[in-house]
């Protein structure tokens, strides 16, 4: 009676396992939103908070040059009092490149993003975007911690670039997020039918140690293979996703089209 018992205990465990593979996806899509926020996080981070400012090696060194010439004889007057007059604009334009460089880096992340890692990307941009901005109103509101001088107004000007463009790529690349739903959902298909059509073949009045232990390493197995698909398809870029959904769905307006085409030609 012990036997019979333990034994159905074992047999209810193993329907409880296969019957709850949906959590094994939701599991790996989970990891795959935390590696991406983990591996990118960091990265924006460095680069939205970093404390140089872009030209800081330049102004540095024509610092040391002044100080060195500084007591020279002969020196040209007229130019060092041009010099202050120039220097708004090239920190307005080093200001323009480098915003432009965190542009395409940003781009490039979102293009580069897998089906996993699209959601966490879109996540990222935006809550760094909204950080940025909720600090800028508390440095306008001159609070504690506010950052005053040139440098902290070259500093913000910065700033509030890295979060217009975060804010506005973030709202861009969000348009696509149900179109690479939809594509995930059509390779993820296939591979549910699989396990679905598994478990209605599964046997559930073994008694037997062997055939059980056979069954669960079956079962396994199985579970293994289709999760592995999953995380395979998690880690396919998402443009070739987009792309090839665009197409199919171009085929199936031309189609549509065609047929309303061939209806009139009927009808006249």
Same mark, same amino acid.
């Given at each position: 009676?012990?036997?019979?018992? /333990?034994?159905? +205990?074992?047999?209810?465990?193993?329907?409880?396992?296969?019957?709850?593979?949906?959590?094994?996806?939701?599991?790996?899509?989970?990891?795959?939103?935390?590696?991406?926020?983990?591996?990118?996080?960091?990265?924006?981070? =460095?680069?939205?908070?970093?404390?140089?400012?872009?030209?800081?090696?330049? =102004?540095?060194?024509?610092?040391?040059?002044?100080?060195?010439?500084?007591?020279?004889?002969?020196?040209?007057?007229?130019?060092?009092?041009?010099?202050?007059?120039?220097?708004?604009?090239?920190?307005?334009?080093?200001?323009?490149?480098?915003?432009?460089?965190?542009?395409?880096?940003?781009?490039?992340?979102?293009?580069?993003?897998?089906?996993?890692?699209?959601?966490?990307?879109?996540?990222?941009?935006?809550?760094?975007?909204?950080?940025?901005?909720?600090?800028?109103?508390?440095?306008?509101?001159?609070?504690?911690?506010?950052?005053?001088?040139?440098?902290?107004?070259?500093?913000?000007?910065?700033?509030?670039?890295?979060?217009?463009?975060?804010?506005?790529?973030?709202?861009?690349?969000?348009?696509?997020?149900?179109?690479?739903?939809?594509?995930?959902?059509?390779? /993820?298909?296939?591979?549910?039918?699989?396990?679905?059509?598994?478990?209605?073949?599964?046997?559930?009045?073994?008694?037997?140690?062997?055939?059980?232990?056979?069954?669960?390493?079956?079962?396994?197995?199985?579970?293994?293979?289709?999760?592995?698909?999953?995380?395979?398809?998690?880690?396919?870029?998402?443009?070739?996703? +987009?792309?090839?959904?665009?197409?199919?769905? =171009?085929?199936?307006?031309?189609?549509?089209?065609?047929?309303?085409?061939?209806?009139?030609?009927?009808?006249?």
């Amino acid at each position: 009676e012990q036997l019979d018992a /333990l034994g159905a +205990l074992v047999l209810r465990w193993r329907k409880m396992e296969l019957h709850a593979w949906s959590r094994l996806f939701e599991c790996a899509a989970a990891q795959a939103r935390e590696k991406a926020l983990g591996r990118v996080w960091v990265l924006l981070f =460095r680069v939205v908070h970093s404390s140089k400012l872009p030209g800081d090696a330049n =102004r540095q060194g024509s610092s040391s040059a002044e100080s060195v010439d500084a007591g020279a004889e002969g020196a040209d007057k007229g130019e060092q009092e041009s010099a202050p007059l120039d220097a708004p604009q090239d920190e307005a334009q080093e200001r323009a490149e480098h915003l432009r460089d965190f542009f395409s880096v940003v781009e490039q992340l979102m293009l580069n993003s897998t089906a996993g890692a699209y959601e966490s990307h879109l996540q990222l941009l935006t809550t760094f975007a909204t950080q940025l901005r909720v600090e800028e109103e508390l440095t306008s509101a001159d609070l504690p911690g506010g950052e005053v001088g040139v440098d902290g107004e070259e500093r913000r000007k910065r700033r509030q670039g890295y979060a217009n463009i975060m804010h506005h790529l973030a709202g861009y690349y969000r348009q696509f997020r149900p179109q690479l739903e939809t594509a995930v959902a059509a390779q /993820l298909g296939p591979i549910e039918q699989k396990l679905t059509d598994f478990i209605k073949l599964a046997q559930w009045s073994d008694r037997n140690y062997a055939a059980i232990k056979q069954s669960i390493e079956r079962s396994h197995a199985q579970l293994n293979r289709c999760v592995s698909q999953y995380k395979v398809l998690l880690e396919t870029p998402a443009a070739s996703l +987009l792309t090839s959904t665009t197409g199919e769905a =171009r085929e199936a307006s031309a189609a549509d089209d065609a047929r309303r085409a061939s209806a009139l030609l009927v009808s006249d």
